[in-house]
């Protein structure tokens, strides 16, 4: 079992940066892969990005790619979101999810945090 807790969400400007936590708890985190997916209003929920139980790979999404970047803490249960070169279209809840191989779909996660609000203005 792992629980999920997503914070650094915000309202910011185009062109800003936010940074995104996910701490976890349970002593099984280095256990899963983990990934990141946003669901914007009225649009389904979409890959973000994922990274490997150690680290070692991770894997984005092509609207993402060169802005964003995933990583992870093993020692402190906690992975990361480092978004820059924010845009409107950026616009989404975030949450963090928990699976035992990497997917670029939702189904392929066994746990989920609750969210947090990006809100990107122009």
């Known amino acids: 079992q792992v629980q999920l807790v997503e914070s650094g969400g915000g309202l910011v400007q185009a062109g800003d940066s936010l940074r995104l936590s996910c701490a976890a708890s349970g002593r099984t985190f280095s256990s899963y892969g983990m990934g990141w997916f946003r669901q914007a209003p009225g649009k389904e929920r979409e890959f973000v990005a994922h990274i490997s139980r150690s680290g070692a790979t991770t894997n984005y999404a092509d609207s993402v ?37 990497y997917s670029s779909y ?8 609750q969210g947090t609000q990006v809100t990107v203005s122009s």
Do not use: H
């Not at 939702?106 to 945090?113: A, I, K, V």
């Open 65 to 101: 790619k060169g802005r964003f970047t995933i990583s992870r803490d093993n020692a402190k249960n906690t992975m990361y979101l480092q978004m820059n070169g924010l845009n409107p279209e950026d616009t989404a809840v975030y949450y963090c999810a928990a699976g035992r191989f």
């Open 106 to 113: 939702s189904s392929g996660y066994d746990y989920w945090g």
